[in-house]
Nanobody
């Protein structure tokens, strides 16, 4: 069983920055991939960014150039650095891990971008 715990969410002003963390119970070096998803109120959960265990990354178009996904293997932690935040980024952000063909999810951390 893989447990994921997100943290780092909060209220930030437009144009501000925030760094989300996802602490994993296992060695993330063995994960097939990890990713950040988000769900805005009344909307579906969408992929924000992902990183494969070979280092390849993917970003949804709306966050390219603003967000960066990274891992710290020693700390067993996935990060999402969020810069130039917009009100449209407001959502509940979820960490996920793909282990072989099984997906695991954290409980989410709220990010609110508002003046």
């Amino acid at each position: 069983q893989v447990q994921l715990v997100e943290s780092g969410g909060g209220l930030v002003q437009p144009g501000g920055s925030l760094r989300l963390s996802c602490a994993a119970s296992g060695s993330i070096s063995t994960f097939t991939a990890m990713a950040w998803y988000r769900r805005a109120p009344g909307k579906q959960r969408d992929l924000v960014a992902s990183i494969h265990n070979d280092g390849n990354t993917h970003y949804v178009d709306s966050v390219k150039g603003r967000f960066a996904i990274a891992r710290d293997l020693a700390k067993r932690t996935l990060y999402l650095q969020m810069n130039s935040l917009k009100s449209e980024d407001t959502a509940l952000y979820y960490c996920s891990a793909l282990v072989s063909r099984t997906a695991y999810w954290g409980q989410g951390t709220q990010v609110t971008v508002s003046s």
